[in-house]
Structure formats: structure tokens, C-alpha cells
């Protein structure tokens, strides 16, 4: 009607709140509600201060307007809980990302009202028929009872934060390792050589050249840790941070860059490109907590990784040329410019400084992102308790190799020495300068999809019984480089919990588990588990019992299947592969052949399965005087079914691969003891404890050749035993000794 008019109403820290029917003061579910001026009038007395922004609807189309984009968001969560399980992938992504933008825009229209507070305010109940009614409007979803709504100028528990942080790291290497000098390396290899019969490898006049650097490139003395690393690199850290929202939409943002410099000496030395050691990563993370409504949550979280590693050379490894090449080898550099390096003892691709300066660069990427999204939404107005549960989740990884690097021209001295002419030497000169590399290829990649969906029921009845249950499928997509490397995975499971009287507890878990891994006909297994546990310190007789505070016994039981494979390199162990040879059947007059021989692989397996593993568990937890924790666990577990060779049930006779086989059998038992005590004196809390393990393992089958020797078998004994042999001496006795020379 056309004296019908928006009302904006501020909130003071003077109200009464009454034991009515709730006025839901909220911003972004829902627009404002119209009433008459003496209804507002009554609204601003009551609230202690004056109505503002009149404005007048001339038409019952606008205020209809109004209502319908008032309940946007409540009839999309709404509706969502109860049709998204049938949408398309696609319809439900639209759903998920029109809801998104539906808060964001909201976030965006209130963010500037942040100089009050909002929150629930209830009205006198004379008042309550002069507003507008939500039920009203929605019969057929909200009948407990009237519910008004108006429109706030104010954002409710709204704040805004944005950190930045520097980080600057100067590195230094420490416990350097320390190597010889180039006349202590020819003193020692003179020393070699006495204890070998053998004559010296140098004169002693040249372990003085190597001494006092008269021939500086026929008799060099490089310390090449020093010429290659410096003492010092540098990281650098920065980070800044995005945090706010309010009572409907809470996020979180954080950018954070990493940058380092490693200890390479001479790392920019070239034009247009640089061979330091050098690492830089950049991660940008987002989390999102979004009320889509009061009974409808969801959250996002994103997570993205870029990296970058670059390295001198072809990833050359320049800490094991520093171990390998000695002070004595070659020079940096000869007289003509050339890298240090001859083709004869030590070669020019190991000097390390050539390496780290002149054979350019490597480069790595590593690409990732996971992103997950979860939405809650409670379903107590269909029956208390009930709720639906949605997750979904996406990972990818990828790492690509960029190499660079360059070869380059070396050239070195073959000396000799004699006594009267003194030193004498042969130029060498090996390796061929090329261009830099451009060659990529991709090192590694990965991706994985999981989705999940469920309804739960959570419910205490007569504050004696409760109940928990859980119905849920569960989807998994696995792909990563190679070959038949792709796994589709399917769980449907069922878990229910009863409570009685906080003193008995059953669990029971019944699991539906399907792989692609799997022979076809046996992709799905089921798997039951079963658990119960009674706190016996609830218990009446139990009162007297001061000194106990808790105490609890438990039991479980369960089935799990596995669908491990035979090895890593088998994917189709039900099917017969043939295999083509290198040796060739000949056919023609010039007898040869174009095509190889084809022959039968290792033998298909038959009457296969999957592993399966039965487990047993019991258990004791207790609290004693005050702060003493106990713990006591024991399990048995058999596993049978396991993949096995064959290989020992056969004889050569058979003359083919024998097929792997379901015939392992493995058990398994053990148990776990922990102790610990917890004090506190005033503000400290002390705490000291500590727990023992004790597990055993027996191979019971693996269907094992027989062994010429008891101690060569391996059934009866533990699981992944070490064998080897055992040191029983040289010798037998002074005899032997005394003979052997």
C-alpha cells in the first residue's frame, strides 16, 4: 500500500531483552521489512532513538521487489540442501559460485558501516503484530514460529586487518670441510706408492714447486672450495596478510615470496644470465568461512605454489668435484685462457669453478595447487539433528626441468721431470664450445580429485541415549606421470555410534570399497568393523573409588581389504602378456628378419582376490589421582591373500613364468603401554611420561622353494627379516696363522 514505508532502525546499549520470539537483526539475510509511521514510531522510542531515511513505496511492485531479493540467499541454501545431490557437476559449481558472489557482494555494500555493532533484538510482545511476518512470506519452510526482519544500517562484528611482514637472512657456512694442499696430496701419494713396491709418483724438487707456486700452471695448488663456494649467501622473506569479515563471510589471505642466493663465488660472471645457486617460491593462500545462511556453511580453502631452482650447469654437482679433484690437478685456467683440465688424468668437465661459471645454467619448475571446498548444512527443520555434508577437493602438481647448459673449450699440462732439465710438459686441449641448451621435458605430475557426500544424524534422546550416524560416498581420482598410472577408488560406508547412559558405547563401521586396480568381478569388497568400550568408572559400584577418576575398557574388530598389486610394474595381473625379444626366427634366402620373436610373458594369474586383513584390538584407558594417564593396547592381525610368487611352487619344468597368486599369509601382534603425569603447581604445568612398543611378525605362508639349508628359509620367520652372513674370522686357530704364509 502506498503508505507503507522502509524503516532503519539504530541499535543503542539500552534494550530489554525478553523471552520473545527473536527479531533477527541481520544485515545480509534478508532486505528491510515495511510497516506504517506509528509503527515505526513505536520501533524508534523503544530503541531510544530517532527514525531516519524515510522514503516512501508509491507501489506494491516495489516492495515486492524487495522481498524477493530480501530472501535470495535463504531460498539458494535452502534449496541447495535438498536438490544439490542430484545437480550436474556443473549446475552444481554455478550454484556454489552464484552463492559466492551473492556474499561477496554483500560483504562489499556493508563494509563501510563499521562504526556500530549489530545483534539480535527481541521486541514487546504488544508490538509483535504490528510488524511484518517472515512466515508470511515462507509457510511452507519456517511454522515455529513469527520471525521479523528489517533492514540494518550497521555491519555486525565486522574487522579488517592487513599485516606485513620483511624477512632478511644473511647465511654463512659453517664447519667447512678442510683439504690438503697440493705438496701435502704429492707427499701422499709418494707415501702410496712406497707401501704399494712402487716408485715416487713426484721428485722432491716438484713437491716444492707445488709448495712455493714457481710454475703456478705446470705444478698448480688450488684450494677449490674457496675459488668455487664464498663464505655467505642471502634470503629474503616477505609476507602480507589479509584478515577480516564479518558475522556472514570471514577470509583470510595470505602472499608470501621467498627468495635465496647461494654461495656460488663468481655466479655473475656472464652476460645476460647469472649461475648462481639460486631458490624462489611463491605461495598464495585464501580461506574462506561463508554463512551462506544460519543453517547452511561453507568454507574455501586455495592454495597455490609457484617455486623456481636454478643451478650451475647441467645440475652439475660441484661439491663432489671439490671432494674428488685434488689442489694438484690442473689450474683454474691455463695461459691461453682456457678452463683448467686435461684429457688424460683429470678432465676438464670436473673442474668445479669452470662448472659454476662457465657452463651456464639449469632451471626448475614446480607448479601446485590444492583447493578445497566444504559445505555444512543443517537439516534439523526436516528432523532434528540430521544435517548434509559436502567436501570436494582438487590437487595438482607438476615439475618441469629447463637445461641451459653450455660445453666449453679446456686444455691442461702433461708433465714430467727430470733431474737436470727440470720440469717438462705436453699441452693438451680437449672439449668443443657449443651453444646454450633449450631443451625442457617434465620431470614429474600428479593430480587427484576426491569428492565426498553425506547426511549425518546427530541426537541425544531422554539425556541417556545418543546417537550418532553417518551414511557416505566417497569418490577418488588419482593420476600421475607414467604408464598406467590412473586409480579410480569408490567408498560407500555406513557408521553408526550408540551411547547409553555415558557409561556403554557400540561402534559399528560397514564399508563398501571399490578400485580399478582390481581384476574385474572382484573391484569391490566389504569391510565391517566393530567396536564397544564400557567406562567402568560411571559405574555405582564404582563411587568408593576416589582415587579413579577414569576408566574405561574397549574392544574392536574389523575387516579391511587392500588392493595392492603384485609388484610396481604390474597393472593387469589377470590377463596374458605377450613380450617381442631382440632375437630375431630367420626366414628368407639372406637369412634374416625384420621383426623379433614374440613370446609368452609371466603367466596370468587365476582364482585371484585381494589382500585381506582380519584385526583384533583391546584395550584399557584410565586416569588416576588427579593426573596419571594410563594406557594399555593389544592387537592380533592376520593378513591373508597377499600377492605372492609363485616361483617356488613350480620346477623349471614348467617353462614359463609362473603367474603371482593370493597365497600370502602374514600375522601380526603386539602391544603398546604409555604412561605419563600431569601436574600443576600455580601458572606451571609439568608433565613427564613416556610409552613402550613391543611388535612381532611371522610369515605363516609365501609359498617358498625349498632351501638346501634351515637357515635359508625364510617362512616361520619375522616379516622384512635381514639376512646376511656372519663374520666367523680369517682363521682357525695359531696353526692356521703360523700356515697361511
Same mark, same amino acid.
Given at each position: 500500500?502506498?503508505?507503507?514505508?522502509?524503516?532503519?532502525?539504530?541499535?543503542?546499549?539500552?534494550?530489554?531483552?525478553?523471552?520473545?520470539?527473536?527479531?533477527?537483526?541481520?544485515?545480509?539475510?534478508?532486505?528491510?521489512?515495511?510497516?506504517?509511521?506509528?509503527?515505526?514510531?513505536?520501533?524508534?522510542?523503544?530503541?531510544?532513538?530517532?527514525?531516519?531515511?524515510?522514503?516512501?513505496?508509491?507501489?506494491?511492485?516495489?516492495?515486492?521487489?524487495?522481498?524477493?531479493?530480501?530472501?535470495?540467499?535463504?531460498?539458494?541454501?535452502?534449496?541447495?540442501?535438498?536438490?544439490?545431490?542430484?545437480?550436474?557437476?556443473?549446475?552444481?559449481?554455478?550454484?556454489?559460485?552464484?552463492?559466492?558472489?551473492?556474499?561477496?557482494?554483500?560483504?562489499?555494500?556493508?563494509?563501510?558501516?563499521?562504526?556500530?555493532?549489530?545483534?539480535?533484538?527481541?521486541?514487546?510482545?504488544?508490538?509483535?503484530?504490528?510488524?511484518?511476518?517472515?512466515?508470511?512470506?515462507?509457510?511452507?519452510?519456517?511454522?515455529?514460529?513469527?520471525?521479523?526482519?528489517?533492514?540494518?544500517?550497521?555491519?555486525?562484528?565486522?574487522?579488517?586487518?592487513?599485516?606485513?611482514?620483511?624477512?632478511?637472512?644473511?647465511?654463512?657456512?659453517?664447519?667447512? /670441510?678442510?683439504?690438503?694442499?697440493?705438496? *701435502? +696430496?704429492?707427499? $701422499?701419494?709418494?707415501?702410496?706408492?712406497? =707401501?704399494?713396491?712402487?716408485?715416487?709418483?713426484?721428485?722432491?724438487?716438484?713437491?716444492?714447486?707445488?709448495?712455493?707456486?714457481?710454475?703456478?700452471?705446470?705444478?698448480?695448488?688450488?684450494? %677449490?672450495?674457496?675459488?668455487?663456494?664464498?663464505?655467505?649467501?642471502?634470503?629474503?622473506?616477505?609476507?602480507?596478510?589479509?584478515?577480516?569479515?564479518?558475522?556472514?563471510?570471514?577470509? =583470510?589471505?595470505?602472499?608470501?615470496?621467498?627468495?635465496?642466493?647461494?654461495?656460488?663465488?663468481?655466479?655473475? !660472471?656472464? #652476460?645476460? =644470465?647469472?649461475?648462481?645457486?639460486?631458490?624462489?617460491?611463491?605461495?598464495?593462500?585464501?580461506?574462506?568461512?561463508?554463512?551462506?545462511?544460519?543453517?547452511?556453511?561453507?568454507?574455501?580453502?586455495?592454495?597455490?605454489?609457484?617455486?623456481?631452482?636454478?643451478?650451475?650447469?647441467?645440475?652439475?654437482?660441484? @661439491?663432489?668435484?671439490?671432494?674428488?679433484?685434488?689442489?694438484?690437478?690442473?689450474?683454474?685456467?691455463?695461459?691461453?685462457?682456457?678452463?683448467?683440465?686435461?684429457?688424460?688424468? %683429470?678432465?676438464?668437465?670436473?673442474?668445479?669453478?669452470?662448472?659454476?661459471?662457465?657452463?651456464?645454467?639449469?632451471?626448475?619448475?614446480?607448479?601446485?595447487?590444492?583447493?578445497?571446498?566444504?559445505?555444512?548444512?543443517?537439516?534439523?527443520?526436516?528432523?532434528?539433528?540430521?544435517?548434509?555434508?559436502?567436501? &570436494?577437493?582438487?590437487?595438482?602438481?607438476?615439475?618441469?626441468?629447463?637445461?641451459?647448459?653450455?660445453?666449453?673449450?679446456?686444455?691442461?699440462?702433461?708433465?714430467?721431470?727430470?733431474?737436470?732439465?727440470?720440469?717438462?710438459?705436453?699441452?693438451?686441449?680437449?672439449?668443443?664450445?657449443?651453444?646454450?641448451?633449450?631443451?625442457?621435458?617434465?620431470?614429474?605430475?600428479?593430480?587427484?580429485?576426491?569428492?565426498?557426500?553425506?547426511?549425518?544424524?546427530?541426537?541425544?534422546?531422554?539425556?541417556?541415549?545418543?546417537?550418532?550416524?553417518?551414511?557416505?560416498?566417497?569418490?577418488?581420482?588419482?593420476?600421475?606421470?607414467?604408464?598406467?598410472?590412473?586409480?579410480?577408488?569408490?567408498?560407500?560406508?555406513?557408521?553408526?555410534?550408540?551411547?547409553?547412559?555415558?557409561?556403554?558405547? &557400540?561402534?559399528?563401521?560397514?564399508?563398501?570399497?571399490?578400485?580399478?586396480?582390481?581384476?574385474?568381478?572382484?573391484? %569391490?569388497?566389504?569391510?565391517?568393523?566393530?567396536?564397544?568400550? @564400557?567406562? &567402568?568408572?560411571?559405574?555405582?559400584? !564404582?563411587?568408593?573409588?576416589?582415587?579413579?577418576?577414569?576408566?574405561?575398557?574397549?574392544?574392536?574388530?574389523?575387516?579391511?581389504?587392500?588392493?595392492?598389486?603384485?609388484?610396481?610394474?604390474?597393472?593387469?595381473?589377470?590377463?596374458?602378456?605377450?613380450?617381442?625379444?631382440?632375437?630375431?626366427?630367420?626366414?628368407?634366402?639372406?637369412?634374416?628378419? *625384420?621383426?623379433?620373436?614374440?613370446?609368452?610373458?609371466?603367466?596370468?594369474?587365476?582364482?585371484?582376490?585381494?589382500?585381506?586383513?582380519?584385526?583384533?584390538?583391546?584395550?584399557? #584407558?584410565?586416569?588416576?589421582?588427579?593426573?596419571?594417564?594410563?594406557?594399555?593396547? $593389544? +592387537?592380533?592381525?592376520?593378513?591373508?591373500?597377499?600377492?605372492?610368487?609363485?616361483?617356488?611352487?613350480?620346477? $623349471?619344468?614348467?617353462?614359463?613364468?609362473?603367474? +603371482?597368486?593370493?597365497?600370502?599369509?602374514?600375522?601380526?601382534?603386539?602391544?603398546?603401554?604409555?604412561?605419563?603425569?600431569?601436574?600443576?603447581?600455580?601458572?606451571?604445568?609439568?608433565?613427564?611420561?613416556?610409552?613402550?612398543?613391543?611388535?612381532?611378525?611371522?610369515?605363516?605362508?609365501?609359498?617358498?622353494? /625349498?632351501?638346501?639349508? #634351515?637357515?635359508?628359509?625364510?617362512?616361520?620367520?619375522?616379516?622384512?627379516?635381514?639376512?646376511?652372513?656372519?663374520?666367523?674370522?680369517?682363521?682357525?686357530?695359531?696353526?692356521?696363522?703360523?700356515?697361511?704364509?
Amino acid at each position: 500500500p502506498a503508505d507503507m514505508i522502509p524503516v532503519i532502525v539504530c541499535k543503542t546499549d539500552h534494550i530489554d531483552w525478553f523471552k520473545t520470539p527473536p527479531f533477527f537483526f541481520d544485515r545480509d539475510l534478508c532486505s528491510f521489512a515495511t510497516v506504517d509511521q506509528n509503527t515505526a514510531s513505536v520501533i524508534s522510542q523503544h530503541q531510544g532513538c530517532q527514525p531516519t531515511s524515510w522514503k516512501r513505496h508509491h507501489t506494491a511492485a516495489s516492495k515486492q521487489t524487495n522481498i524477493k531479493h530480501s530472501f535470495f540467499l535463504t531460498l539458494s541454501s535452502v534449496s541447495f540442501s535438498f536438490v544439490s545431490s542430484f545437480f550436474s557437476t556443473a549446475a552444481l559449481s554455478l550454484l556454489l559460485f552464484l552463492v559466492l558472489i551473492q556474499m561477496l557482494l554483500s560483504f562489499y555494500r556493508n563494509k563501510v558501516h563499521t562504526d556500530r555493532s549489530c545483534g539480535i533484538l527481541r521486541l514487546f510482545p504488544k508490538d509483535i503484530p504490528r510488524f511484518f511476518q517472515y512466515e508470511y512470506i515462507l509457510p511452507s519452510l519456517f511454522q515455529s514460529y513469527p520471525q521479523f526482519f528489517f533492514r540494518s544500517c550497521c555491519s555486525k562484528s565486522y574487522s579488517k586487518e592487513i599485516r606485513f611482514t620483511y624477512d632478511h637472512v644473511n647465511n654463512y657456512m659453517n664447519r667447512k /670441510p678442510e683439504f690438503v694442499d697440493a705438496s *701435502t +696430496y704429492a707427499q $701422499a701419494y709418494n707415501e702410496a706408492c712406497g =707401501y704399494e713396491g712402487l716408485s715416487p709418483r713426484y721428485a722432491t724438487k716438484e713437491v716444492e714447486y707445488f709448495r712455493n707456486g714457481e710454475y703456478p700452471y705446470l705444478y698448480p695448488n688450488v684450494n %677449490w672450495l674457496e675459488e668455487t663456494f664464498k663464505n655467505s649467501g642471502i634470503s629474503n622473506k616477505y609476507t602480507i596478510e589479509f584478515r577480516g569479515g564479518g558475522s556472514k563471510f570471514r577470509y =583470510y589471505s595470505m602472499l608470501d615470496l621467498v627468495t635465496d642466493r647461494g654461495f656460488i663465488k663468481e655466479g655473475d !660472471m656472464n #652476460d645476460g =644470465y647469472s649461475t648462481q645457486n639460486k631458490y624462489s617460491r611463491a605461495n598464495l593462500r585464501t580461506n574462506m568461512d561463508i554463512d551462506v545462511s544460519r543453517t547452511t556453511k561453507l568454507k574455501v580453502n586455495i592454495l597455490g605454489t609457484l617455486s623456481e631452482s636454478l643451478r650451475p650447469g647441467a645440475s652439475a654437482n660441484l @661439491w663432489d668435484m671439490i671432494y674428488t679433484v685434488p689442489a694438484a690437478a690442473f689450474p683454474i685456467k691455463d695461459e691461453d685462457g682456457l678452463w683448467g683440465g686435461n684429457n688424460t688424468t %683429470w678432465l676438464g668437465t670436473q673442474n668445479p669453478v669452470a662448472q659454476s661459471q662457465g657452463a651456464a645454467y639449469s632451471k626448475g619448475h614446480t607448479r601446485s595447487l590444492f583447493a578445497d571446498i566444504i559445505l555444512n548444512q543443517d537439516l534439523s527443520a526436516v528432523t532434528e539433528g540430521l544435517g548434509f555434508n559436502f567436501r &570436494l577437493a582438487y590437487d595438482n602438481y607438476s615439475s618441469i626441468w629447463e637445461d641451459h647448459s653450455q660445453a666449453y673449450r679446456y686444455g691442461g699440462y702433461v708433465v714430467s721431470y727430470d733431474e737436470l732439465t727440470g720440469p717438462l710438459y705436453t699441452r693438451t686441449t680437449a672439449g668443443e664450445p657449443t651453444e646454450m641448451g633449450k631443451s625442457a621435458s617434465i620431470n614429474n605430475w600428479a593430480r587427484q580429485f576426491n569428492f565426498s557426500g553425506g547426511f549425518d544424524y546427530n541426537r541425544t534422546f531422554g539425556d541417556k541415549h545418543d546417537v550418532y550416524s553417518q551414511l557416505k560416498w566417497e569418490y577418488e581420482y588419482r593420476d600421475s606421470y607414467g604408464l598406467n598410472t590412473t586409480i579410480y577408488r569408490q567408498n560407500v560406508s555406513w557408521f553408526t555410534h550408540y551411547g547409553y547412559d555415558k557409561r556403554y558405547f &557400540l561402534d559399528l563401521a560397514l564399508v563398501g570399497s571399490g578400485s580399478s586396480l582390481l581384476a574385474p568381478g572382484h573391484k %569391490w569388497a566389504f569391510s565391517p568393523t566393530v567396536s564397544a568400550a @564400557w567406562v &567402568l568408572s560411571e559405574e555405582y559400584f !564404582m563411587n568408593n573409588a576416589a582415587w579413579i577418576d577414569f576408566l574405561k575398557l574397549r574392544a574392536s574388530f574389523g575387516i579391511i581389504n587392500a588392493d595392492y598389486l603384485p609388484a610396481s610394474d604390474v597393472y593387469d595381473y589377470w590377463d596374458q602378456i605377450y613380450t617381442t625379444t631382440g632375437t630375431r626366427y630367420m626366414f628368407n634366402s639372406a637369412y634374416d628378419s *625384420t621383426f623379433g620373436t614374440t613370446e609368452l610373458g609371466r603367466l596370468a594369474s587365476t582364482n585371484y582376490t585381494h589382500e585381506r586383513g582380519y584385526k583384533y584390538n583391546v584395550g584399557v #584407558d584410565a586416569t588416576l589421582f588427579k593426573g596419571l594417564n594410563l594406557s594399555v593396547d $593389544a +592387537y592380533y592381525q592376520r593378513r591373508n591373500n597377499i600377492w605372492v610368487s609363485s616361483e617356488g611352487k613350480y620346477t $623349471a619344468v614348467l617353462g614359463q613364468t609362473p603367474p +603371482y597368486e593370493n597365497a600370502g599369509v602374514v600375522d601380526s601382534w603386539g602391544g603398546e603401554f604409555s604412561l605419563d603425569y600431569t601436574k600443576r603447581i600455580g601458572d606451571v604445568v609439568l608433565n613427564a611420561g613416556g610409552s613402550f612398543n613391543w611388535n612381532r611378525s611371522e610369515i605363516k605362508e609365501q609359498l617358498e622353494e /625349498p632351501r638346501m639349508y #634351515d637357515n635359508l628359509v625364510q617362512t616361520g620367520h619375522s616379516l622384512n627379516q635381514i639376512y646376511g652372513l656372519e663374520a666367523v674370522g680369517f682363521f682357525k686357530d695359531a696353526d692356521d696363522i703360523a700356515n697361511s704364509l
